[in-house]
């Protein structure tokens, strides 16, 4: 599991961290940093690339369809490109779906609405209708 390496090291060749000649192997150091430079949902690029934490990024994913989509991500590995990661999925969900209420959800906010508003013209009628009371003569 580790890599050795030896001989004139003028330019770092060995991956020691330095540049001196070595007659007998010294272990080398990789310093394959991965780097993340651009994610696609379907064929369609996310925009608004930002470094997280360290091991993660944000990105703001593209107008699409509702439905399940392939998320592609680009990286490199030491400044080397790989091949793109293609095992993510991303869940578009429908416009009007209410978090964790369903397709149903939008039916029920706009009932609530609907009796809410029901209750405030039920009012002023009856307002109007104690006003006119009030005027009423009693013949």
Request: hydrophobic letters at 35%; glycine letters at 16%.
């Amino acid at each position: 599991g580790n890599a050795y390496a030896w001989g004139a090291n003028g330019n770092g060749q060995l991956g020691n961290d330095t540049t001196n000649t070595k007659l007998v192997p010294v272990p080398v150091v990789f310093n394959l940093q991965l780097v993340i430079t651009g994610v696609k949902f379907d064929t369609d690029s996310g925009t608004n690339l930002t470094r997280g934490d360290g091991s993660s990024v944000i990105v703001t994913t593209p107008a699409h369809a509702p439905g399940m989509v392939t998320v592609s991500v680009n990286y490199t590995l030491g400044g080397t490109p790989q091949k793109p990661d293609t095992s993510l999925r991303y869940t578009y969900t429908p416009l009007g779906v209410l978090p964790k209420a369903g397709g149903e959800g939008i039916l029920l906010a706009l009932a609530t609405g609907m009796t809410g508003m029901g209750g405030v013209l039920a009012s002023r009628r009856h307002r109007g209708e104690t006003r006119q009371l009030f005027h009423a003569s009693h013949e």
